[in-house]
């Protein structure tokens, strides 16, 4: 049985996933981008109905980004990507449970690919601002950068890992990756791999924002680890509190503030990936 569902509001993709679950479906085509893939992953870890080892999701690439298929080599051509979609191979990645303030709430959500503090979610914020104006694509994220940029002063921060204290200081920015791309290509954390049960950390300390201008295509060419001011890690469990509340991207979308809470659930999600993933 097969059927489709449209969203028409956002956290839509939440509901619907959610309600087909109960209907009996486990096997899910998320159609969309970034956002629609957060939504669509949420929805499914937010239910406690039905086991979460019974679901397979596959993503037909629609969005501006595209981040996640790119990870795993899904082509973004749409009859390829039904090939891949067909063949089925599968892989199970691991998930990320995020706890973040909202409103002064404790909230949490669901990561699948990246998330990230300071300008990484300023940029985010920009970036779907241009969107909500009919402006995406790759260039969109670059200026959205640039625009974050101007704005953006260090925030004292510490950062734990795994129980033991692994940064504090000035943050200028912070990645946590379980895939290796965000923002239309941008490697923040380019050594992540989807299913070691492990998030890549990465920690941009102050940093002159000529010197961030020069060194921005290095987010492109994933040697950010090679820049002095930039710190990296891997961990299963990370706390980070700020002095002043600091915005919190998850999957490229804006959900609040600092402090956080990530905790690694390994290998919780089976995944349909393109042939040429290894």
Not at 58 to 72: E, F, K, Q
Not at 110 to 122: P, T
């Amino acid at each position: 049985m097969f059927e489709e569902m449209f969203t028409t509001h956002r956290y839509h993709a939440v509901e619907l996933v959610i309600y087909a679950l109960k209907r009996g479906f486990r096997k899910f085509i998320s159609v969309g981008g970034d956002g629609t893939l957060h939504e669509v992953i949420n929805g499914i870890f937010y239910q406690k109905e039905v086991p979460v080892e019974e679901v397979t999701l596959a993503v037909l690439p629609a969005g501006s980004a595209n981040d996640w298929t790119r990870m795993y080599r899904i082509p973004k051509d749409y009859d390829r990507a039904i090939d891949v979609i067909i063949e089925g191979r599968t892989v199970c990645q691991d998930i990320a449970r995020i706890e973040y303030s909202q409103a002064g709430v404790r909230n949490s959500r669901y990561m699948v690919n990246v998330a990230g503090i300071g300008l990484d979610a300023n940029i985010c914020q920009k970036c779907n601002a241009a969107k909500n104006k009919g402006k995406s694509g790759d260039l969109a994220y670059v200026k959205a950068a640039f625009k974050a940029l101007v704005g953006r002063t260090s925030n004292p921060t510490k950062v734990v890992i795994d129980g033991k204290s692994f940064f504090s200081g000035k943050m200028f920015s912070i990645a946590f990756g379980i895939g290796k791309y965000s923002g239309g290509g941008m490697m923040q954390v380019p050594d992540a791999v989807s299913d070691d049960g492990l998030v890549n950390v990465m920690v941009a300390r102050k940093v002159s924002k000529i010197k961030f201008l020069l060194l921005f295509r290095r987010l492109f060419k994933g040697t950010i680890y090679n820049v002095r001011e930039v710190m990296h890690a891997v961990a299963a469990r990370v706390t980070v509190i700020t002095r002043r509340p600091d915005r919190v991207e998850i999957d490229g979308e804006v959900v609040g503030t600092t402090p956080i809470t990530l905790e690694v659930m390994p290998r919780a999600l089976r995944v349909v990936v393109g042939r040429d993933f290894k």
